[in-house]
T-cell receptor, first 113, second 115 residues
Framework: GQQLNQSPQSMFIQEGEDVSMNCTSS?????WLWYKQDPGEGPVLLIA?????ELTSNGRLTAQFGITRKDSFLNISASIPSDVGIYFC?????????????FGQGTTLQVKP | DAGVIQSPRHEVTEMGQEVTLRCKPI?????LFWYRQTMMRGLELLIY????????DSGMPEDRFSAKMPNASFSTLKIQPSEPRDSAVYFC?????????????FGDGTRLSIL
């Protein structure tokens, strides 16, 4: 079936360091989304990307929609302890018209104070 | 605005019992998704509805699982009979894809434990 390859699977970093994670696919998507899941809660949308090449920031977070439409990355600058959680990428296609998304396997981020 | 509301938040029951999970989507959203999350398999799409109609249930693991959406503001996911391997966190999400593919919004999930 359709798959997104998200990497790395996990990261353990020092507070203040920058973080980078990415998703790749063999298929083209019209939408790339990044979610964060805190323990005991559901995933929460961080950034939504709708155009190839689009670069969008949300505070310390920056995400880009790859030119080929087959990849996306998320960067977190100057990490803090509350950045801990699981980050998911998701790809969507407008043609489906149902909002179905394909999710990556997630990147678990741990930040050492 | 109220987000996606799921109930119960936690459910512990013995194997063989019927389990019903409930979801109230965000008002105005016309797509609803049920997911299951486990450590081993990550986030899996079980079934999704568009305008209350099931579109794709290929992710439903077995006939023991069923889902309904009787109206635009309510959906249920039922497991009967339940088994220990059904233990997981079940999420409901909703969206209004429209023309520009608006993103999904998730509830806080139901943590299900089958003993």
């Amino acid at each position: 079936g359709q798959q997104l390859n998200q990497s790395p699977q996990s990261m353990f970093i020092q507070e203040g360091e920058d973080v980078s994670m990415n998703c790749t696919s063999s298929s083209i998507f019209n939408t790339w989304l990044w979610y964060k899941q805190d323990p005991g809660e559901g995933p929460v949308l961080l950034i939504a990307l709708y155009k190839a090449g689009e670069l969008t920031s949300n505070g310390r977070l920056t995400a880009q929609f790859g030119i080929t439409r087959k990849d996306s990355f998320l960067n977190i600058s100057a990490s803090i302890p509350s950045d801990v959680g699981i980050y998911f990428c998701a790809g969507g296609r407008v043609s489906s018209n149902t909002g179905k998304l394909i999710f990556g396997q997630g990147t678990t981020l741990q930040v050492k104070p | 605005d109220a987000g996606v509301i799921q109930s119960p938040r936690h459910e512990v029951t013995e194997m063989g019992q019927e389990v019903t999970l409930r979801c109230k989507p965000i008002s105005g959203h016309n797509s609803l998704f049920w997911y299951r999350q486990t450590m081993m398999r990550g986030l899996e799409l079980l079934i999704y509805f568009n305008n209350n109609v099931p579109i794709d249930d290929s992710g439903m693991p077995e006939d023991r699982f069923s889902a309904k959406m009787p109206n635009a503001s309510f959906s249920t996911l039922k497991i009967q009979p339940s088994e220990p391997r059904d233990s997981a966190v079940y999420f409901c999400a909703s969206s209004y894809p429209g023309f520009d593919n608006q993103p999904q919004h998730f509830g806080d999930g139901t943590r299900l434990s089958i003993l």
